[in-house]
């Protein structure tokens, strides 16, 4: 039984490959590389088909004999929520329709859409469940491009898809990273800032101005298990469920940004600066619900920088050499 991945050769696509391969499953990638690199997938025993999600007529094709659909391809990355609002919504909602109606056609039994915790904005309870509503609190900031595309595509999973006789199911990924995940992201942002305000390490102890005080909460799921709980959510999840996927270590922005400097060997101390409109103060997914179908993470956050940061401080290092 052939699994297609959209987006099988980004961050968190290419890491579901791999898990899946791992699995014995056979797997086929549509990518058109745009974001994702092929090199993550080398290696691998697997079918890669260069294409967009846009094209209806290439998704169309991808689809053929297969079993499930994993629906990852999607324009992530805070920077270009405000920067391409248009091409983040157009991959969105086209990419859905376009592998939902390929699904439809071609007798595909199961349909999983990696959605985001990014649908809840400001949750009204943290650690949040999966049963929190969720909201586009401006619709003129494009930010919510990003949001607001995913829960279009979460409606159109369930709704259009599932009505019509797919098994759908969602999982929700809270803040996956891992090495090489991309620069357009707060782990590989601020390793990056350590590296151009310390003139690459040579002191050790730096002022560094963030996005707000640093009181801000998030948890960070480190890159394999963000791949495993993807697979298990939608290999053994329930036809119309939607999964939290992440870790319940909550932490505050602050203290990720110390601990990185930690990583580093640079003593930080954090100035507060202007927060970007928009932002949510504090997120943590509540996931017994993922848990309660073998999910359990393994990598919490100390290990997981410790594996994360040195891959962005050398990458860091030689473009100051560059």
């Known amino acids: 039984m052939t699994h297609l991945v959209t987006g099988g050769s980004g961050f968190l696509g290419a890491a579901l490959v791999r898990d899946l391969v791992a699995q014995g499953r056979d797997v086929r990638v549509l990518d058109d590389n745009s974001r994702g690199k092929a090199r993550r997938l080398e290696g691998l025993d697997v079918?890669?088909?260069v294409g967009?999600?846009?094209?209806?007529?290439?998704?169309?094709?991808?689809?053929?004999s297969v079993h499930t659909v994993w629906h990852l391809a999607y324009i992530n990355g805070t920077r270009f929520f405000y920067e391409r609002p248009d091409d983040v919504l157009e991959v969105g909602i086209k990419g859905a329709l376009n592998t939902i109606e390929a699904a439809l056609d071609n007798g595909v039994t199961r349909y999983v859409l990696a959605s985001t915790s990014e649908t809840y904005n400001n949750p009204t309870h943290v650690p949040?469940?999966?049963?929190?509503?969720?909201?586009?609190?401006?619709?003129t900031n494009p930010r919510f491009s990003y949001g607001g595309g995913k829960i279009t595509s979460e409606l159109l999973t369930l709704h259009y898809g599932?009505?019509?006789?797919?098994?759908?199911?969602?999982?929700r990924p809270h803040n996956i990273y891992g090495p090489d995940m991309g620069h357009e992201?707060?782990?590989p942002e601020i390793v990056e800032r350590i590296v151009k305000v310390s003139n690459g390490m040579q002191v050790k102890s730096i002022d560094l101005e963030i996005q707000g005080d640093g009181s801000e909460t998030r948890a960070f799921c480190f890159i394999t298990d963000g791949?495993?709980?993807?697979?298990?959510?939608g290999e053994q999840g329930a036809p119309g469920e939607i999964y939290h996927l992440g870790t319940p270590e909550e932490i505050s922005i602050r203290h990720l940004v110390e601990l990185i400097g930690k990583t580093m060997?640079?003593?930080i101390n954090v100035v507060a600066g202007p927060l970007r409109e928009g932002g949510t103060p504090r997120r943590c997914p509540d996931i017994a619900k993922l848990e309660g179908l073998g999910y359990e993470p393994q990598v919490m956050i100390e290990?997981?920088?410790?594996?994360?940061?040195?891959w962005y401080v050398e990458h860091a290092m030689a473009s100051l050499d560059a």
């Open 265 to 267: 060997g640079v003593e």
């Open 162 to 171: 599932g009505h019509r006789g797919l098994e759908t199911v969602i999982f």
């Open 47 to 49: 079918e890669f088909v």
């Open 185 to 187: 992201h707060v782990i």
């Open 227 to 233: 791949a495993s709980g993807a697979r298990i959510a």
């Open 52 to 64: 967009d999600v846009r094209d209806p007529v290439v998704v169309g094709e991808a689809t053929k």
């Open 303 to 310: 290990a997981g920088l410790a594996k994360t940061v040195p």
């Open 128 to 139: 949040t469940t999966e049963s929190e509503r969720l909201m586009i609190p401006d619709v």
